[in-house]
């Protein structure tokens, strides 16, 4: 069946750090990929997202690329804050509405 | 911008109760779904709905019932509560295929079964 494995946390740098959260899948079909992110104390908010091969989605310095040759879809950003500490989830939906999440990865950014 | 509430953000029950966990929308969406948050599990959905009245089972549904009377309100019953109950439960309104299948998620409320 359809899975997401991400890297386990927790993952902790320094404010200003390159940051790279793996993210690999295996679906049938043509899955559409998330990123969702939950600060602490909430709910999960979508951080982005590509519905095709080769997409890239990006938003708040995040980005990550659809790759269908490797089935990975990494987040990535250049350049960390404290303010982004939190659990990233990556998630794909096969196409009945359903979204099968990974198990998380908590991110702590040092000061 | 959707809005997902939940009726309560913390909840303390005791073993045997009945609990009754509310998901309200404001826009016009088919789709709700009810997830269980557990550290190391990740989330793992308990029921979903894709209309009134419509319900299906997720991938861990035991111990659950779910009621959908109206399009906007998507409630999750615990019959009889039990410790291992004790969990963050979220619920999402689904906007469909044709944004991809996203999913937009509440505030969660955080249950705890004495």
């Known amino acids: 069946g359809n899975s997401v494995t991400q890297m386990e946390g927790p993952v902790t740098l320094s404010e200003e750090a390159f940051l790279t959260i793996n993210c690999t899948y295996t679906?049938?079909?043509?899955?559409?990929l998330f990123w969702y992110v939950q600060y602490p104390g909430e709910g999960l908010q979508l951080l982005l997202k590509?519905?095709?091969?080769?997409d890239k989605g990006s938003n708040k310095g995040f980005e990550a690329t659809y790759r269908k040759e490797t089935t990975s879809f990494h987040l990535e950003k250049g350049s960390v804050q404290v303010s982004d500490s939190a659990v990233y989830f990556c998630?794909?939906?096969?196409?009945?509405?359903?979204?099968?999440f990974g198990k998380g990865t908590r991110l702590h950014i040092l000061p | 911008d959707v809005k997902v509430t939940q009726s309560s953000r913390y909840l303390v029950k005791r073993t045997g109760e009945k609990v009754f966990l509310e998901c309200v929308q404001d826009?016009?969406?088919?789709?709700m779904f009810w997830y269980r948050q557990d550290p190391g599990l990740g989330l793992r959905l308990i029921y979903f709905s894709y209309d009134v009245k419509m319900k299906e089972k997720g991938d861990i549904p035991e111990g659950y019932s779910v009621s959908r009377e109206k399009k906007e309100r998507f409630s999750l019953i615990l019959e009889s509560a039990s410790t291992n109950q004790t969990s963050m439960y979220l619920c999402?309104?689904?906007?469909?295929?044709?944004?991809?299948?996203?999913?937009?998620f509440g505030p969660g409320t955080r249950l705890l079964v004495l």
């Open positions: 679906a049938t079909g043509y899955p559409s």
């Open positions: 998630a794909l939906s096969d196409g009945d509405d359903k979204i099968i």
């Open positions: 999402a309104i689904g906007l469909g295929q044709q944004v991809g299948g996203t999913q937009y």
């Open positions: 826009m016009d969406h088919e789709n």
């Open positions: 590509a519905t095709k091969a080769d």
